[in-house]
Each structure stands twice: as C-alpha cells, then as structure tokens.
C-alpha cells in the first residue's frame, strides 16, 4: 500500500516540476536577452532623433541613455539569474516531494495509530476461533507484544490495560496479570467488574485464597455493585470456603437468575449450589418441584422456563424463582430461601404458598398473552422439605 502511495505522490509531483523544468531552459533565457537589446536599441535610436529635432537637450538626452543602460543592466542581471533560481527551486520542490511521503510514514510510525490498526486486526482474527492452539499461542503472543508497546507511549489507556492483564490470566500468569489489573485499577478505581477481575487474579495468585488484597478488592467490588457476576461468583467460593454454604447458595442464586440457564457458567453455579446444599443437608427448607410441559401444548425448546412460589392469595412478588428451558423439561428444581427476589421476604416466611410455572414467550418473567402456564393448589410449608409436582396446561 505505501509503496503505491509513493509511485502516485511521485507521478504528482512530476506533473509540476516538470514544467519549471522546462521554463529554466537555455534557449528561453537567450530569445529574452536578445529581445531586451534589441528594445535598448530602439530606444537609443528615438533618444538620438528627439536631440537632432531639438525636443531633448544635450543634457536631457545624456541622462535618458543612462537611465535606459541601467535599465538594460538590470534585466540582464535578472535574466543571468534566474535560470539558477529556478532550477533550484524546481530540484528542492522535487526533493520536498519525494521527501514528505517518507517522513509522513515514519512519524506516523512513531505518534499515528499503526499498533492500535494492528492490534485491532489482531484481535479480529482471534475472534473468528479458527485457529489451532499453537496458532492461537502466537497470535496471543503478538498481541501481548503489540499491546505491550502501545502502552509505553499510552500508558493510561485502560482498555489495553484490561485486554492485556486478562490474555496474562488465561495464560496463568496470575502474577503479572494480577499487577496489570492493579495499574487499571488505580485508572478507574469505581468500576466493580475491574475490581472483580483483580480480586480473582490475586485470588489465583494467592493459592485460591482470599486473604490481602484479593478479599479487599473483593468487597470493593461489591461495595460498587452488589449485583455484579463476577463478584458474586467469587463471594459465593470465599463463603464455601469460610463454611457460611446460606451466603454462597444465596451469591451463586443471585448470579443464576442473571445469566441463561444452559450455559456454562449457570451450570457451574448450579454444581456449587447443590454442593452447597449437601454441607446444609437438612439445615435449608426446601420445596422441590417437578415440572412437566402438558402433552397438548407445545413451546420452542429455547424458550424460558420459570418456576416460582408465591405467597398464596397475597402479593404476586415470588419468594423463590428459578428458571429453566422447554428443552430441560420434564425437570425437577429446589426453591428455598436462597433463591428469594432482592429486598423481597423468604420462602420460609410464609406458611401457605402456590407454586407456578410459565413458559415465557417473550423471554420476560412478567406474564403476557401468549405464555404457557400451570399452578398447584394451596400449599403448606412446615419448616420441612416439601415436594410438588406442577402442569403446565394452558395458555395465557
């Protein structure tokens, strides 16, 4: 590309030297001296009649052939000259020409955007996924080098920052990555996914555990944003570590009802959840439902599933949700305690409830017309695990 930029910046540049060039000739210089004497001579011959015809004295005529010498001088001297002048000028336009391009590549390459272009490029074709893991090594070591570079002369830039410290995590060079992230952190210390992000790589760093920094960065994330996933991921592992099981079947349910069930991060959060439950054994009521879609009826097997209870005759606010897809069904879920909606009461709080289940055309947990939907009867909870089987059979 750049070497076709210079051939056409050439071809440019020759359209205009080429005719100063031209004027600059010899055979120019010499038909205008020539025209110059010739004009001096004339003038000389009309001063010599003026005197004879007494229009000019002697005096008069004596000055005016003076002046017209001079004159004469003066266009020769002008005319000696200026075949150098041009031709000086022409060369050291030529040269300014030839010389741009190459010096507007090279200060690009040192201020413009050429990494950033690359690295871009970089990242596309990492993106694409169709790269071997030998492949996928050296792209990745291109771009760390690229990025690496870039952030000499932008220090500041976060997103490079970001990008880089979470290539150093993947690699498992929890170290480096875990300093990366602190420099980004220091950029922007209110963001809770960045403080999450640097909490897991000290986490990592530490030998999985959260003590130092890893567990200060970690309430700095949800200080910021109790929701996030990442934070809440990670507080649900310090509380199975620390033995608090409620708090981490409670994080990891939070984080559950924000991603899509088939997943592999809700399947992940879903295997802590039921380990979880194991430590409790009976500690945590629990209503476990089964749910099965109605042989009549028929949905799209992506289609969201949700199962909830709710307080019977009282507010429609459920108490525990959980969601599903068609495509799991028939399927059997626990409801408890951990699973209740933020600021809303338990599911032990209540002592009759009903449990429904929607297929949600829309995706939305609210009802519309269109949803599939079945409910149980009145039910009664005794501080004890309760099993009910729901229908769903007809539609909204």
């Not at 000696?80 to 390459?109: D, I, K, M, N, T």
């Not at 088939?262 to 009976?282: F, H, K, N, S, W």
């Not at 009521?285 to 005759?313: D, K, M």
Request: no cysteine.
């Amino acid at each position: 590309m750049w070497l076709v930029l210079g051939l056409l910046a050439l071809i440019a540049a020759m359209f205009i030297i080429f005719p100063l060039l031209k004027k600059s000739s010899a055979p120019e210089v010499g038909e205008s001296a020539h025209a110059n004497v010739v004009l001096y001579r004339e003038q000389l011959v009309e001063l010599d009649r003026q005197l004879t015809a007494g229009e000019i004295d002697a005096v008069q005529h004596a000055e005016l052939v003076a002046e017209q010498q001079r004159l004469l001088l003066a266009d020769e001297a002008a005319i000696g000259e200026s075949p150098v002048a041009s031709g000086r000028g022409a060369w050291l336009l030529l040269a300014g020409l030839l010389l741009l391009p190459l010096l507007s590549f090279g200060l690009y390459q040192m201020l413009g955007s050429s990494d950033d272009v690359s690295i871009t490029s970089l990242m596309e074709q990492r993106a694409e996924g169709n790269l071997d893991a030998e492949a996928d090594k050296a792209l990745r070591q291109q771009l760390q080098q690229r990025i690496a570079r870039r952030l000499q002369s932008q220090p500041d830039n976060i997103y490079y920052l970001v990008t880089l410290a979470r290539m150093q995590l993947e690699e498992g060079d929890f170290l480096q990555a875990g300093a990366t992230y602190q420099q980004a952190v220091k950029l922007s210390p209110d963001d809770a996914e960045l403080l999450a992000e640097y909490a897991q790589a000290i986490y990592f760093a530490s030998g999985n555990r959260f003590v130092g920094a890893a567990g200060d960065a970690l309430d700095q994330a949800l200080a910021a944003d109790p929701n996030n996933l990442t934070a809440l991921g990670l507080q649900g592992i310090r509380a199975f570590e620390d033995g608090d099981y409620r708090l981490a079947i409670a994080s990891w349910q939070t984080a559950l009802r924000a991603i899509h069930p088939a997943t592999p991060q809700a399947q992940a959060l879903q295997g802590g959840i039921e380990r979880a439950r194991q430590q409790l054994g009976d500690a945590l009521p629990a209503l476990q439902v089964s749910v099965a879609l109605a042989p009549g009826l028929t949905a799209e097997p992506s289609q969201l599933v949700y199962v909830f209870a709710r307080e019977w005759q009282g507010p429609p606010m459920p108490l525990a949700v959980a969601r599903l897809l068609v495509s799991d069904l028939p399927a059997t879920v626990t409801l408890d305690d951990s699973m209740a909606m933020p600021g809303g009461k338990p599911l032990s709080s209540v002592s009759k409830i009903q449990v429904v289940a929607r297929v949600s055309k829309s995706g939305s947990a609210i009802p519309a017309p269109g949803d599939l939907e079945g409910a149980s009867d009145e039910l009664t909870l005794a501080g004890e695990a309760v099993s009910q089987a729901v229908v769903i059979d007809r539609k909204l």
